[in-house]
């Protein structure tokens, strides 16, 4: 094995301090796996750490490799490693302490250590990892597909299935056809819900009703409260996967059935959260911020996509030089997501 590898470094907010390096291979200690990685995913909060600083360790002490969803190959494993053995295809886990249950943290310091920010994350040619911080990758997916299970999978399947127990025949809104919402979409339509996608763009809404999706909505051509309203006969959603936050939030309220869910993953309007108190209480709204999800959800995610044969929708793929071009397609919009091919 080659003594030498590339990974990008982050050393502040702002793409001047974006930087491909030399460095070397890292040797996994006990209880540690080395992955060659074969592909990382981006989601939004990646643009958010590399623009914006947001995740990155404070004080920063040294230079951060950026992302959190590797696929890859186990190459070797350190001393004591009972789960993974050389050679087995694996994919990492967003929140490294979180296994099961409700997970650590407390009222004062709820859970925050993620890979990608503020922890070391996986943008290089090596990886090392705790073997506790990564599942087996599904069989029937490629390393560019399985890369894209971690968080944005995850998030959605945690947000319909293991928190909002979806049922067949509820109706689920997904806001946006970013990773997060397609893969919301593919979840529901996977458990038996009608589906109704909501864009602001009439071709990802045509792509979104070839993949399956029961109906369009374009934000942009009407009122998509009244027009989920119309499409339910005023039941209203069942689910809602809420990607934008901020005041947005609002109609979100406004559009769930009586006893609905609302599931809060977004930021892009903003970390502060506004909405009417008369939807949220007469109609009884759960709301509930979504952290991504355990690692025994990504098992169960993992064993759900070879049971069903779910592909993962990629938009684009970018090689591991051209990581600020896929951070550019990312703010531009994508349909599903962006991979960048490392191995």
């Not at 540690?32 to 995740?55: C, H, P, Q």
């Not at 064993?303 to 993962?312: C, F, I, W």
């Not at 793929?317 to 962006?338: C, N, S």
Request: charged share 20%.
């Amino acid at each position: 094995m080659t003594k030498m590898m590339k990974r990008w470094t982050l050393n502040g907010a702002g793409r001047d301090n974006l930087t491909l390096v030399e460095a070397a291979v890292p040797t996994p200690g006990p209880g540690e796996i080395l992955v060659k990685a074969t592909a990382a995913s981006l989601n939004y909060r990646d643009k958010l750490l590399v623009d914006l600083g947001f995740g990155l360790p404070v004080p920063q002490t040294e230079p951060l490799t950026p992302l959190s969803d590797l696929s890859g190959t186990v190459a070797a494993v350190g001393p004591g490693v009972t789960r993974f053995a050389a050679g087995d295809a694996v994919i990492s886990t967003f929140l490294p302490d979180w296994i099961d249950g409700s997970g650590p943290g407390t009222a004062r310091d709820p859970n925050g250590r993620s890979l990608g920010g503020p922890m070391q994350g996986v943008l290089a040619e090596y990886v090392v990892l705790h073997q506790d911080w990564a599942v087996r990758a599904p069989r029937t997916l490629t390393g560019l597909q399985s890369s894209t299970l971690p968080c944005a999978g995850l998030t959605a399947w945690t947000a319909l299935v293991e928190r909002g127990k979806l049922k067949a025949g509820q109706t689920v809104v997904v806001i946006g056809t970013g990773g997060v919402s397609i893969f919301g979409m593919q979840v529901a339509l996977m458990h038996g819900a009608e589906v109704i996608v909501v864009s602001g763009d009439d071709r990802k809404l045509a792509w979104a009703r070839e993949l399956g999706a029961h109906h369009g909505i374009n934000r942009q051509a009407e009122d998509w409260v009244e027009a989920v309203y119309r499409l339910t006969g005023d039941h209203g959603a069942d689910h809602i996967v809420e990607t934008i936050g901020g005041a947005h939030l609002d109609k979100s309220l406004r559009a769930a059935a009586v006893g609905g869910r609302i599931s809060l993953i977004g930021v892009i309007e903003g970390f502060e959260i506004s909405g009417g108190f008369g939807p949220f209480a007469r109609k009884r709204v759960a709301v509930e911020g979504i952290q991504v999800g355990h690692r025994r959800a990504l098992e169960d995610l993992v064993a759900a996509v070879e049971l069903s044969g779910v592909t993962p929708v990629i938009d684009a793929v970018y090689t591991m030089a051209d990581f600020p071009d896929a951070l550019d397609h990312l703010e531009r919009g994508p349909f599903g997501k962006v991979v960048v091919e490392i191995g």
